[in-house]
């Protein structure tokens, strides 16, 4: 089956100012070269990564880091500015993903995975399950009107494949070195490649990317899985 996202609206919903490029970098750049509209929410400011010689007001050094590798993915960023460690789903929150969906109209979601192993990830795709929801709800206000319906919801794969069973696969053969551009633009992380509390995030997505490719029978691939609940599921 060739997917083609023309005419979609993506949106990646990540916790981490790296974890969109990590885990579905290729998906949006594949779906850009479709021709749809990507965009990357970041819920946290990336101010509790840092090296083992830490570097001064770090959340600013990872904005500008963020805004780099959107640019080459060709993305329209959104920053919700929380401090590392303390995503949780509250209603403050929930109305703040309800108003970026808004504005950005998506007709997918990105979302990292109930069963990821970081909790700011789990409360992410709590926040993105309930917001993607509560988005078409003219009940749910915000500064934006309501979208006409719930966008759909695919759940990104985790980090090293751990628990994360796939329901299908994004060829991202195309786009893999770009990918790793992406990620290149987060030179805060990457300096942590040595420290003893941390790993080489380039080798990870370079093994995740062509274990889901052997997977899937294609050099490189991204993993997800549809999240079906009444009125979620959609056709391709």
């Known amino acids: ?14 916790a981490h100012p790296d974890d969109a490029e990590i885990l579905c970098a290729g998906t949006l750049l594949r779906a850009a070269a479709d021709g749809a509209t990507v ?25 500008t880091e963020m805004r780099a590798s959107a640019k080459l993915l060709g993305a329209e960023l959104f920053l919700g500015g929380a401090p590392d460690g303390t995503l949780a789903d509250t209603r403050e929150l929930r109305l703040k993903v309800v108003e970026v969906l808004r504005q950005f109209k998506p007709t997918f979601v990105l979302a990292h995975s109930p069963e990821d192993y970081h909790p700011d990830h789990r409360a992410v795709s709590a926040l993105a399950e309930a917001a993607s929801w509560f988005s078409a709800s003219r009940g ?21 494949m751990i ?18 551009a992406a990620l290149a633009c987060h030179k805060s992380q990457l300096s942590r490649a040595n420290d003893q ?15 889901r490719g052997m997977q899937a029978g294609v050099v490189a691939a991204e ?9 979620r599921g959609t056709a391709f």
């Open 163 to 180: 628990g994360f069973n796939p329901g299908f696969y994004i060829d991202i053969s195309r786009f893999a070195e770009r990918k790793h």
């Open 39 to 63: 965009g990357v929410f970041v819920l946290c400011q990336g101010d509790k990564g840092q090296p083992s010689r830490a570097i001064a007001n770090l959340a600013k050094t990872r904005a």
């Open 197 to 211: 509390d941390f790993f080489s995030l380039q080798e990870l997505i370079r093994q995740q990317m062509r274990t």
């Open 223 to 231: 993993a997800f899985r549809a999240h079906f609940a009444f009125k």
């Open 140 to 160: 749910h206000k915000t500064r934006s009107p309501a979208l006409p319906q719930a966008p759909a919801i695919w759940w990104m794969d985790t980090l090293n």
């Open 1 to 14: 089956m060739n997917l083609s996202f023309a005419g979609e609206r993506v949106l990646a919903v990540v």
